[in-house]
């Protein structure tokens, strides 16, 4: 069944109107909480809590935690496809910023920030919170490989790998 659902105009199954529910992210915290990221290219990034047996949200009435949003306005936010990680007690969230989608014209770039709290705020390397604009770069287009983006972090027996998709320019 349903998790969330966002649309607009909104109808009588609509939870969100601003958000785009996309490209989630589910983290299974060290405590047995679980959490998912999502959206939005519209308006942020948001995280909210699910029920470990359902794997809904928690309550119909919990909060949404708006944790990054790169634009001054609604609609001007160029951030979807998050990851939220968690490592040595702090929380990463990874989110694109940019567009994808067009071939090698992409402008997809993957930012991360780091907070203490799962719900944020996440900041970061120079101070900067996410839901101001902030991202610390960690992969943009390099020579032949453009638009990386949706990133994902796997854990393999204590080695971490980032993976992702991009555009080979020579193809």
Request: proline share 5%.
């Amino acid at each position: 069944g349903k998790v969330i659902e966002s649309n607009y105009p909104a109808t009588t199954n609509t939870d969100l109107t601003a958000y785009n529910c996309i490209d989630p992210s589910i983290l299974v915290d060290v405590n047995g909480s679980v959490w998912m990221a999502f959206g939005s290219y519209s308006d942020g990034i948001l995280i909210m809590q699910l029920d470990p047996t359902t794997g809904k949200r928690i309550a119909a009435n919990s909060p949404i935690y708006r944790v990054a949003n790169n634009g001054p306005s609604f609609f001007s936010n160029t951030e979807e496809a998050a990851c939220l990680y968690q490592r040595s007690g702090f929380y990463y969230l990874f989110v694109n910023f940019g567009s994808c989608c067009s071939g090698t014209d992409s402008t997809y770039n993957i930012r991360v920030g780091r907070s203490t709290n799962v719900f944020g705020p996440f900041y970061d390397k120079s101070g900067i919170v996410m839901t101001n604009g902030g991202g610390t770069m960690v992969r943009e287009s390099s020579d032949r490989y453009i638009g990386p983006g949706h990133p994902a972090v796997l854990n393999d027996n204590g080695t971490n790998w980032l993976a992702y998709h991009y555009y080979d320019a020579l193809k």
